[in-house]
């Protein structure tokens, strides 16, 4: 008969009030660079007493690492925050068990790098680079590592791009010039070389983005296609360049959806373009910039559509968030609402965590629900990540870890988030667990300061990139990145 080689591990703990019990842990971990040989992966003989930093501790040596690296761990997929003896109580496990830990990495607080000013709000962000959407579409070599550019949109009208080191590298046209006429909500990366804005003049516009290769003369945004459908503010833009597909969200209740061909795209409706426009066409061709209409707008919500991005899996699915409580889901091919999932607060903002399957939205509530769109699923929201003090407006996933995203709220903060970061919800609204953020990103321009519910620094838009990091920006008219 064999029996079970068990080793046991001292480690300074905190005193506990009476004698500590024992349980027995075996360590893991997906990371091929930290993995421990196979002698020393338990299972290990600890007292229930350790928390984080004594379990870190025991790994640093179990590696025999000469400087000490911070681990989290992750029992049945939950990060532990108290103590093993807390974990298995609050769970219902006995100590009899040999429990499976997973470390990982622990997050290091991202570190303020760069702000670039601009003359008014900011309400937009996005990000060029070899690992972002626009461009991984260009193909391999398309975006070298170390010419990132960052697009900004302003409520001066006017979409920018400017290099990681905070040059302006292009101004789009002014409204005299086939720019924006009001401020702009939204602004995307269609691809190395095009850009879309939306915004409160109720058009969708696509550019033209030239970067000369010698760098002798200034980089231009050339309007080259505005689509008019809306009839009121276009809030949000979701791109998709392979099928060459533009969504909008929009306060007059419906997402639109476009082309960015002109030769596919229908002749919009000229009682939607603005007589300033129709006048340049008269005008001569060199200042003409062709006009066309969506290719459907679908309808179903009560209230204006805050966000709206493709599905992760396949780009002939789109998801919605309302101010009237929704996320709808939608076939885009027959332009029908398939799925309604209803909330109890005001939607604002929308993310996709594809891995997990699961809509993360932002609320006015001030916390991000984490919604599953299946058919088959029986609950609405599976986790709730609560922390902001005031309504969370913009959202953007991790692009190094698939449980991790990055919130802005109008409270002056942007917070990180691992949803397997979880604590007891104490009763709070029925729920048994709720999400608490990993770590909160104040404004630059608030600090040495009391900000009341975020006066002065609300944020209005985030994205993050593996390459420059968390980029964010808002009522302080600056644009910041961490990392």
Same mark, same amino acid.
């Given at each position: 008969?064999?029996?079970?080689?068990?080793?046991?591990?001292?480690?300074?703990?905190?005193?506990?009030?009476? *004698?500590?019990?024992?349980?027995?842990?075996?360590?893991?971990?997906?990371?091929?660079?930290?993995?421990?040989?196979?002698?020393?992966?338990?299972?290990?003989?600890?007292?229930?007493?350790?928390?984080? !930093?004594?379990?870190?501790?025991?790994?640093?040596?179990?590696?025999?690492?000469?400087?000490? &690296?911070?681990?989290?761990?992750?029992?049945?997929?939950?990060?532990?925050?108290?103590?093993?003896?807390?974990?298995?109580?609050?769970?219902?496990?006995?100590?009899?068990?040999?429990?499976?830990?997973?470390?990982?990495?622990?997050?290091?607080?991202?570190?303020?790098?760069?702000?670039?000013?601009?003359?008014?709000?900011?309400?937009?962000?996005? $990000?060029?680079?070899?690992?972002?959407?626009?461009?991984?579409?260009?193909?391999?070599?398309?975006?070298?590592?170390?010419?990132?550019?960052?697009?900004?949109?302003?409520?001066?009208?006017?979409?920018?791009?400017?290099?990681?080191?905070?040059?302006?590298?292009?101004?789009?046209?002014?409204?005299?010039?086939?720019?924006?006429?009001?401020?702009?909500?939204?602004?995307?990366?269609? /691809?190395?070389?095009?850009? $879309? /804005?939306?915004?409160?003049?109720?058009?969708?516009?696509? =550019?033209? !983005?030239?970067?000369?290769?010698?760098?002798?003369?200034?980089? &231009?945004?050339?309007?080259?296609?505005?689509?008019?459908?809306?009839?009121?503010?276009?809030?949000?833009?979701?791109?998709?360049?392979?099928?060459?597909?533009?969504?909008?969200?929009?306060?007059?209740?419906?997402?639109?959806?476009?082309?960015?061909?002109?030769?596919?795209?229908?002749?919009?409706?000229?009682?939607?373009?603005?007589? /300033?426009?129709?006048?340049?066409?008269?005008?001569? *061709?060199?200042?003409?910039?062709?006009?066309?209409? *969506?290719?459907?707008?679908?309808?179903?919500?009560?209230?204006?559509?805050?966000?709206?991005?493709?599905?992760?899996?396949?780009?002939?699915?789109?998801?919605?968030?309302? =101010?009237?409580?929704?996320?709808?889901? =939608?076939?885009?091919?027959?332009?029908?609402?398939?799925?309604? @999932?209803?909330?109890?607060?005001?939607?604002?903002?929308?993310?996709?965590?594809?891995?997990?399957?699961?809509? %993360?939205? #932002?609320?006015?509530?001030?916390?991000?629900?984490?919604?599953? *769109? @299946?058919?088959?699923?029986?609950?609405?929201? %599976?986790?709730?990540?609560?922390?902001?003090?005031?309504?969370?407006?913009?959202?953007?996933?991790?692009?190094?870890? %698939? !449980? #991790?995203?990055?919130?802005?709220?109008?409270?002056?903060?942007? @917070?990180?988030?691992?949803?397997?970061?979880?604590?007891?919800?104490?009763?709070?609204?029925?729920?048994?667990?709720?999400?608490?953020?990993? !770590?909160?990103?104040?404004?630059?321009?608030?600090?040495?300061? @009391?900000?009341?519910?975020?006066? #002065?620094?609300?944020?209005? #838009?985030?994205?993050?990139?593996?390459?420059?990091?968390?980029?964010?920006?808002?009522?302080?008219?600056?644009?910041?990145?961490?990392?």
């Amino acid at each position: 008969m064999s029996t079970e080689s068990t080793t046991t591990i001292t480690t300074t703990a905190p005193a506990a009030a009476g *004698p500590s019990s024992r349980v027995r842990i075996q360590l893991t971990t997906r990371h091929r660079d930290i993995e421990l040989p196979p002698e020393n992966t338990g299972p290990i003989l600890v007292s229930t007493d350790l928390r984080r !930093y004594q379990l870190s501790t025991l790994v640093n040596r179990l590696l025999d690492n000469e400087k000490p &690296t911070p681990f989290e761990f992750l029992i049945n997929g939950q990060f532990l925050r108290n103590s093993i003896d807390d974990f298995l109580t609050a769970n219902g496990i006995s100590a009899e068990t040999t429990l499976t830990i997973e470390y990982v990495r622990a997050l290091i607080p991202p570190l303020h790098l760069a702000s670039f000013e601009h003359d008014d709000w900011i309400s937009s962000v996005d $990000v060029l680079s070899e690992g972002s959407a626009a461009g991984q579409w260009a193909g391999s070599g398309a975006v070298s590592s170390g010419h990132e550019r960052i697009l900004s949109g302003s409520y001066d009208g006017l979409p920018r791009v400017w290099s990681t080191s905070a040059e302006v590298l292009a101004v789009s046209s002014s409204a005299a010039d086939g720019g924006h006429t009001s401020s702009v909500k939204a602004a995307k990366f269609l /691809s190395p070389s095009q850009i $879309v /804005s939306s915004g409160l003049d109720r058009m969708v516009k696509i =550019w033209r !983005y030239t970067e000369p290769s010698d760098r002798t003369s200034s980089a &231009t945004m050339t309007p080259s296609l505005d689509l008019y459908g809306h009839k009121s503010s276009v809030d949000s833009l979701a791109v998709h360049q392979p099928t060459s597909r533009i969504l909008s969200a929009s306060a007059d209740h419906t997402v639109g959806l476009w082309s960015t061909r002109k030769s596919d795209a229908p002749e919009a409706d000229n009682t939607l373009i603005p007589s /300033s426009n129709k006048r340049r066409k008269i005008s001569g *061709p060199s200042k003409s910039t062709p006009a066309r209409g *969506p290719l459907s707008l679908l309808a179903a919500h009560s209230a204006p559509v805050s966000a709206v991005i493709f599905a992760p899996a396949d780009a002939t699915v789109a998801h919605s968030a309302s =101010w009237d409580h929704t996320l709808r889901t =939608w076939d885009l091919p027959t332009a029908t609402c398939v799925d309604v @999932r209803t909330t109890a607060q005001p939607l604002l903002s929308l993310a996709a965590l594809p891995a997990l399957t699961l809509l %993360a939205t #932002g609320t006015s509530a001030r916390h991000v629900t984490l919604v599953d *769109p @299946r058919a088959s699923a029986t609950t609405i929201a %599976a986790l709730t990540l609560r922390g902001h003090t005031n309504a969370v407006v913009a959202l953007a996933p991790d692009p190094n870890s %698939a !449980y #991790g995203l990055v919130s802005g709220s109008h409270d002056g903060t942007c @917070r990180i988030w691992d949803v397997r970061s979880v604590r007891s919800a104490g009763g709070i609204g029925g729920e048994g667990q709720v999400g608490e953020s990993v !770590y909160s990103i104040e404004r630059e321009a608030a600090k040495g300061g @009391r900000r009341v519910a975020g006066e #002065g620094v609300k944020v209005f #838009g985030v994205v993050w990139d593996a390459a420059v990091g968390i980029v964010s920006a808002g009522e302080d008219k600056r644009v910041q990145i961490n990392k």
